[in-house]
């Protein structure tokens, strides 16, 4: 090949390259996922809620998640990080967002968490289905694979068997994505700290930072 032709690919190569990093930069600078957006309507915490941490806490972060969701489990470190450092000033409530559309066991991860908070166990189940997410992400039936992780829990597993399949379980999932919906959420992992939904933070340092500038308003 010519040297003119090899400085003409090379030309080409620069400007494609610089054209990707364009997009990328167009879009992680929209407005609507960068800027703060207070969420109307939220839906107030209640008992049917899976919450973690004390009613009185100075802030609540809200997650809305789907188990088989890579990013969410990158955040999972993160947020169970600030549950034990700030303690009682922070409380974490997990709502199900399953992207049943592009994750194949979405659905059956959330019934299997569902199932084990039936038995009061939810955020055991939670933290074993993220720690463990590239064992079962990719199964065709994970439905073992969640069975072993209730026995791990001590958990009735037969009892755990009928709760994950049963209707009101997914009904229960359906509404909750269904709300979120509402609330205008699209994606995963999607965090409200006292009702404001925030851009995902870059890292831990910089979502403890959040979390403390809204402690110290109050």
């Known amino acids: 090949m010519k040297i003119k032709e090899i400085g003409i690919w090379i030309g080409v190569i620069v400007v494609l390259i610089a054209g990707v990093w364009g997009l990328i930069a167009a879009v992680n600078s929209s407005p609507s996922k960068t800027a703060p957006i207070k969420v109307q309507n939220l839906p107030a915490v209640s008992k049917d809620d899976f919450v973690k941490g004390d009613e009185s806490a100075k802030v609540t972060l809200i997650e809305y998640a789907d188990f088989q969701c890579p990013a969410c489990a990158s955040y999972f470190p993160f947020v169970k990080m600030l549950s034990l450092e700030f303690n009682k000033d922070l409380r974490i409530v997990y709502r199900f967002f399953p992207l049943t559309t592009i994750h194949k066991n979405a659905m059956i991860s959330a019934q299997a968490a569902y199932a084990a908070g039936k038995q009061n166990r939810f955020w055991e189940m939670h933290d074993k289905l993220f720690e463990n997410q590239n064992d079962w992400a990719n ?7 969640f069975l072993g992780f209730a026995k791990d829990l001590d958990l009735d597993l037969a009892k755990f068997k009928t709760d994950a399949t049963s209707p009101s ?3 229960f999932i359906k509404e909750s994505a ?14 409200i700290v006292n009702g404001i939904r925030i851009q995902n933070p870059s890292g831990y340092e910089a979502f403890k930072k959040i979390i403390q500038d809204e402690i110290n308003k109050k």
């Open 178 to 191: 269904a709300k979120a919906k509402a609330l205008g959420v699209n994606s995963t992992p999607t965090f």
């Open 169 to 171: 379980t997914e009904n």
């Open 139 to 145: 199964l065709s039936d994970p439905k073992e694979t």
